[in-house]
């Protein structure tokens, strides 16, 4: 009997050692490291809750804010009724903004508008020293979807066309901000 449970060890271990050396096959390429895709399309998410975001396309390329520290660089100012929108990327020295008064629920509007006494955008490369400004706006429009005093937020989507003093154009499409003051 103890023979037989010796003899059945023994085929165990070898069963064992020959699988164990299976598994050791010497691999000459090592499996690659997944790398994330860098997101030329991502802008964020149409939110209103506060979360402050702020993203647009300039002429068809994804711009986002960031800041030195590498947090969105989102900006709102209320005053009275007059809003003002902004982020700025201090990494590639560029800043978009938006100003519109008065504002005091959410809607639609379309540019160029009788509804607001004042309406201006930029667009601002620091960089290579272009602005590009609108006093009024001409064409785009800005959609607030949320418009909280009490609470301080703030939030919408925008597009507009700002010129500069040599009557180039930059387009600034699928614009959404979610800003909390």
């Known amino acids: 009997m103890k023979t037989k449970h010796i003899i059945y060890a023994l085929l165990f ?12 096959k010497d691999d000459p390429t090592p499996t690659p490291i997944p790398q994330p895709i860098p997101c030329d399309t991502c802008l964020p998410a149409i939110t209103t809750t506060g979360q402050n975001t702020f993203g647009c396309r300039v002429n068809g390329k994804v711009w986002l804010p960031l800041d030195g520290y590498m947090e969105p660089g989102v900006y709102v100012d209320i005053l009275g009724k007059q809003l003002i929108v902004e982020g700025n990327n201090s990494l590639i020295n560029e800043n978009i903004g938006i100003l519109v008064k008065p504002i005091s629920d959410t809607g639609y509007i379309s540019f160029p508008t009788n509804l607001l006494t004042y309406s201006s955008a930029s667009y601002f490369n620091k960089s290579m020293t272009k602005y590009y400004n609108i006093d009024t706006i001409q064409k785009g429009y800005i959609y607030f979807l949320r418009v909280d005093y009490i609470n301080g937020v703030f939030s919408g989507t925008f597009a507009f066309d700002a010129y500069n003093n040599k009557n180039d154009t930059v387009h600034i499409t699928d614009g959404r901000f979610d800003i909390h003051k």
């Open 13 to 24: 271990l070898i069963v064992l050692s020959v699988q164990k050396c299976q598994c050791k």
